[in-house]
């Protein structure tokens, strides 16, 4: 959101989004003493430091410093791992955050009693942190997250959880497809799909990105879209149409984000 007023300020001399910009920034500097969020990602610095990015309500990801992370007897080395949620107390200097302290609510160790769930918790992270840009706060997003890993844990059916997490996510983001007709003739008969939304046969295009979808997946794509995050979990699909339900959400991911998801590879290759 930063970035976006002062793109506009840039662009248009307007003296309004720079004021929003400036807002934004300290609003954003308040708020990062203490942030109740998530570790999304992890990256080692030096021998025994590591930055981490937590996915933070209110105001989105933000990269925080944790030195001496790493070394055994540290004690962020619990509080930093991957999907640790808790409270982090963070402290700015010169515009960099650094770890002050952590209390933690949640680690989700269940997500590492065997590699499939793990697999699937990593693939949630990584898709999360690819495309949800800097300074959008989107406090559902942190919500279905969460939500999302305790059904993980809990749940035997990981590729519903899965599917369903990544299209909701989508939806949240504002990017869900239309799936009424087809977007381009408005024709009902359809039986693919663009990021844009359903296509009939005699609308493919070589230059736009496609691929099939049966009847039902487009019905457990509406209901995700439309149900609250409580309950959005709670619908049945055969094995084959969950496959396909995956795929599809792969596709809009990478279709609309222009990110490839290096996870994903790793789970297609487990299961």
């Known amino acids: 959101m930063d970035t976006l007023f002062w793109n506009i300020f840039e662009k248009s001399g307007d003296i309004n989004a720079f ?5 934004f920034n300290e609003l954003k500097k308040d708020k ?6 998530i570790v999304i990602k992890e990256t080692f610095s030096g021998d025994s430091d590591k930055y981490i990015i937590i996915f933070a309500k ?3 990801k933000v990269s925080v410093f944790a030195k001496g992370a790493r070394k055994l007897k540290s004690k962020f080395l619990a509080g930093t791992a991957l999907f640790t949620y808790g409270d982090f107390i963070v402290k700015e200097s010169r515009g960099k955050y650094y770890l002050d302290s952590v209390d933690i609510i949640e680690n ?7 590699i499939f769930t793990l697999a699937y918790g990593t693939y949630f992270l990584e898709i999360l942190d690819k495309s949800v840009p800097n300074g959008i706060s989107e406090n559902l997003l942190l919500l279905l997250l969460l939500k999302s890993l305790q059904k993980l844990v809990k749940t035997e059916n ?3 959880i899965s599917s369903t997490f990544v299209l909701k996510l989508i939806s949240f983001l504002g990017f869900f497809p239309s799936l009424k007709n087809c977007v381009y003739c408005g024709k009902q008969d359809t039986k693919y799909i663009c990021a844009e939304g359903l296509l009939c046969e005699k609308c493919l295009k070589k230059e736009v990105p496609f691929v099939k ?5 487009i019905e457990a794509m509406i209901y995700i ?3 609250s995050i409580d309950s959005v979990f709670n619908y049945n699909l055969t094995s084959k149409y969950l496959k396909e339900l995956g795929r599809i959400g792969y596709f809009l991911v990478y279709t609309n984000f222009g990110k490839e998801i290096k996870s994903y590879e790793f789970l297609k290759n487990l299961c």
């Open 19 to 23: 004021l929003a910009y400036k807002d």
């Open 32 to 37: 990062c003493n203490d942030n109740r969020g």
């Open 58 to 60: 209110d105001i989105g």
């Open 108 to 114: 989700f160790y269940g997500l590492r009693n065997d």
């Open 158 to 160: 990981k590729e519903l």
């Open 213 to 217: 979808i049966s009847s039902p997946t």
């Open 225 to 227: 879209e439309m149900t």
